[in-house]
């Protein structure tokens, strides 16, 4: 028997809650994984709360990321004992997930994980501080440098946006923070913003074309601010969208596209390739030690994790919370 967050539904309820289940009710992948550590993010919390249809098919356990050891594997990738990770490809919302004791998952789903991370600092840094990395890449490929200017970080206070803010700072950029909860500034210059703005001057309808400023800008927004983002970044600067948390929308025009150049680059995290995830996750050892993550990192319980999920949603969680699946 193992514990789980196990979501369901019927016509009239939708529940999430710490079960029990056999191991003989897992699914029938290829590699059985002791799980350690998993975490929370955003969709994690959109499924264990059900605000958002992003669980496809019930029951389901929740959690997108997990790590741990291989207690049985079909795989050749794969022995008892390794230490592996997974991260993305539909966890927690077409497969079941990591917020759980033990995980049967797909062999192309998994990862060795890299010589010099620990399962907690992975979760630590999670899908969301992947997809940072994934953002702080796509700018480097498009000529973005410390040397050319501010980079622009909305977001800030989320996931993505701590672990971005950290990342640019560990590389020498001068990065400026964009958050809707002004009192926590002080933690984000600790991780490294140079500055910290009101997302109200990015948040509502603006010109097609602002002063140029940003050199490159990380946005998980979307919606407004990544309209006035890309109006306001310099020519031939690049932007990496990667979120929606202020809306799906894009109320944008061509201007800054075709008049300045800039590249607006889609960061998809949930599928992609091994090559590119190992590429990746060698830069977050680098680039975004587990010491740049203490100070906004919680570590947290599986029950513990039910009464936070419901806070993501309110805008009440900064930075990374790890979830001790064992604890």
């Avoid at 999430?16 to 975490?39: F, G, H, K, N, R």
């Avoid at 907690?120 to 490929?141: D, I, R, W």
């Avoid at 020519?235 to 008049?259: H, K, R, Y």
């Avoid at 203490?294 to 029950?303: C, D, E, G, H, Q």
Wanted: hydrophobic share 45%.
């Amino acid at each position: 028997m193992f514990k789980a967050i196990y979501i369901n539904k019927d016509d009239q309820d939708y529940t999430a809650q710490i079960t029990e289940l056999d191991e003989s009710v897992l699914p029938d992948e290829d590699v059985l994984i002791a799980v350690e550590y998993s975490t929370l993010n955003y969709k994690d919390a959109l499924g264990i709360t059900g605000k958002s249809p992003v669980v496809r098919q019930f029951p389901m356990v929740a959690g997108i990321d997990l790590a741990g050891t291989v207690l049985e594997s079909r795989s050749d990738r794969f022995s008892a004992g390794d230490k592996v990770l997974v991260n993305g490809w539909g966890l927690g919302e077409q497969y079941w997930g990591g917020l759980a004791q033990k995980a049967r998952i797909n062999a192309d789903f998994v990862q060795q994980m890299p010589a010099g991370l620990t399962g907690k600092h992975a979760m630590a840094v999670g899908t969301a501080g992947y997809t940072a990395m994934l953002c702080v890449m796509a700018l480097e490929s498009q000529g973005v440098t410390p040397d050319k200017g501010e980079v622009l970080v909305t977001g800030a206070n989320g996931g993505v946006g701590t672990t971005a803010i950290a990342i640019l700072a560990n590389l020498g950029y001068d990065v400026v923070a964009s958050t809707g909860r002004l009192e926590q500034a002080d933690t984000l210059k600790a991780l490294g913003a140079k500055e910290v703005i009101d997302r109200a001057t990015l948040s509502e309808p603006g010109r097609p074309l602002a002063k140029e400023r940003w050199a490159g800008v990380v946005d998980s927004v979307g919606s407004h601010t990544l309209a006035n983002a890309c109006a306001a970044t310099q020519s031939e600067g690049a932007v990496a969208a990667c979120g929606l948390a202020q809306g799906m929308d894009f109320p944008a025009t061509v201007a800054p596209f075709i008049l300045r150049g800039v590249k607006l680059m889609g960061i998809n995290s949930v599928t992609q390739t091994l090559a590119v995830r190992e590429k990746a996750w060698a830069r977050v050892i680098k680039d975004l030690p587990e010491s740049s993550l203490s100070t906004i990192t919680k570590k947290v319980t599986l029950a513990e994790a039910l009464e936070v999920a419901p806070q993501f949603l309110s805008g009440q969680v900064q930075g990374r919370i790890v979830v001790d699946v064992n604890a």
